[in-house]
């Protein structure tokens, strides 16, 4: 059977347009949440006590920026967190998916002094989400590392830094515990160690030792996080009662042809992804293609670092945008170590030249809702059906200031974006993965990292020349009537 033909019988109910997902295609418990990042929303860098972050020196660099603008001031959320927590709480999302700025708990990074200014910033959100029976849920570290950690010893790639984010991590439990329940120990370790070491499009920009510098950042992160959930396990467990899990991405891979050279190329592209960070949790080392294939670029697990790992998941985030038909290719010409040492390539289009889903604004970004639910399908049977959140999923407007802005906030592919991936992941809670929630991203428009401002990702529309005022998309206006029920019942088209 033609690819094409394959992937619309196996995703009949996905791609359907006769029925709309509705809340009553969850489970009642399940959990549906908006997110964002501290460097991405916050601004306020130098005040509160704030040291500098990778990011702020990143961004203040010539050329790395798309609109050479920077997270300085990005959307103020710093001083209007109660406005924003108050857009939450009436568009009826009962969690909020935020990160701690580790610069702002420890302005370099050391453990030495808490800096009690970020503490109480942090308490205000906290307390104002629960205030309007918003559950928070936090990311410790979400790509802002204290510059002085990068500076005076390499950051990631060096073995210290597990024992700071350590210190950190007992730090904002102890702190902020008694009211969070989940925690989110590294947001995406794999595009710090491959965008941040490899191929350095992303803080802290380095593409000098790529044969071993992202391997590195990813060891580390692995053993930080590991640390980080022992720290709570042992410490805090009882008494707080939460848990601790870890948010990876992966852009799913469908293999581009019944040949067995792009099945495995396939299965070796979501090893490279999802393995490099799960397989050492679940099975004690990376798997064993990586292993093959980078030979002694891979840095070794001791065996008390494989005890260190041993069940360190209490959920794993799966962060998801978009998919891929991947091909055996090994003369890929994808920059970066990383990407050629996978032999692969990346596809973006069926036998017919039809691409694969309707592309949003980033380059990297097509709509496929099935990819979604064979990412959830995947992990389930992997890693013995764990506890998933979807921790990020969403698209992107390009900025576009010409337009009136009633133009910019009539988001109508935003919302066919989550309407066919919500039902893509109520399908896969139906085929059997225990999936407990999940999160939009994002809740504004914000500092999308290399692309500036460039890009929008919000369902509220942040207006950058007017004052940075907030208006709801019509996406957030969907939200708000699924999640009061009245969206999705009797086949209602939009
Ligand atoms: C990151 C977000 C980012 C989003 C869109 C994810 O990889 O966690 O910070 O804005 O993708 O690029």
Redesign the pocket.
């Known amino acids: 059977m033609a690819k094409k033909e394959k992937i619309l019988k196996e995703n009949e109910q996905v791609e359907s347009n006769h029925r709309e997902v509705s809340q009553s295609d969850f489970p009642p418990s399940f959990v549906f949440g908006v997110a964002t990042?501290a460097y991405?929303i916050e601004g306020a860098c130098k005040e509160g006590g704030r040291g500098a972050s990778i990011w702020d020196a990143f961004s203040h660099t010539e050329g790395k920026i798309l609109d050479g603008s920077n997270g300085d001031i990005a959307v103020d959320h710093y001083h209007r967190y109660k406005e924003d927590i108050e857009l939450i709480a009436k568009l009826g999302f009962t969690a909020y998916r935020f990160s701690i700025s580790w610069s702002r708990i420890f302005p370099d990074g050391l453990g030495t002094k808490v800096n009690e200014e970020g503490i109480t910033f942090y308490n205000n959100i906290i307390d104002a989400l629960l205030e309007k029976g918003i559950q928070p849920y936090v990311t410790l570290y979400?790509w802002d590392l204290p510059l002085h950690l990068h500076e005076s010893m390499g950051g990631w790639v060096n073995k210290e830094i597990v024992k700071y984010f350590g210190i950190y991590a007992d730090t904002c439990f102890a702190s902020f515990g008694d009211r969070v329940k989940k925690w989110i120990t590294i947001?995406?370790p794999m595009?710090t160690a491959v965008n941040g070491y490899d191929i350095g499009i992303f803080a802290p920009g380095r593409c000098q030792q790529s044969s071993t510098e992202p391997y590195l950042a990813a060891h580390h992160q692995i053993l930080a996080h590991a640390t980080a959930f022992s720290i709570y396990r042992s410490k805090y467990k009882d008494k707080q009662g939460g848990q601790v899990g870890l948010s990876v991405?992966c852009e799913w891979a469908e293999a581009n042809s019944d040949r067995i050279e792009d099945k495995s190329a396939a299965a070796r592209r979501v090893d490279f992804q999802l393995g490099w960070y799960l397989h050492p949790i679940y099975y004690g080392d990376y798997p064993e293609v990586m292993r093959k294939k980078l030979g002694d670029q891979l840095p070794e697990f001791t065996q008390e670092d494989k005890d260190l790992l041993r069940n360190t998941l209490d959920f794993i985030g799966l962060?998801h945008?978009t998919s891929r038909f991947i091909a055996h290719e090994v003369n890929s010409l994808v920059e970066g170590n990383y990407y050629q040492a996978q032999e692969m390539e990346r596809i973006v289009e069926f036998e017919d030249g039809e691409i694969i889903g309707e592309k949003a604004a980033?380059e990297w970004l097509y709509v496929v809702p099935w990819g979604i639910r064979k990412a959830l399908n995947y992990i389930a049977q992997t890693y013995n059906n764990p506890i998933i959140y979807v921790t990020?999923n969403g698209m992107d407007d390009e900025e576009d200031d010409t337009s009136p802005l009633h133009e910019m906030l009539d988001d109508k592919m935003r919302v066919k974006y989550y309407k066919r991936y919500l039902a893509a992941v109520s399908q896969a809670i139906k085929d059997g993965a225990d999936v407990r929630g999940y999160f939009a991203?994002?809740l504004l428009d914000n500092f999308?990292?290399a692309q500036g401002y460039t890009k929008r990702?919000g369902l509220i529309y942040v207006d950058y020349k007017n004052g940075l005022t907030r208006h709801p998309k019509s996406s957030a206006y969907w939200f708000l009537r699924f999640l009061k029920g009245s969206e999705g019942k009797k086949g209602k088209e939009e």
Do not use: C, G, I, L
Request: aromatic share 24%; glycine share 0%.
């Open positions: 990042s991405q979400h947001n995406e595009q991405d962060n945008y980033s990020e991203w994002s999308e990292w990702f």
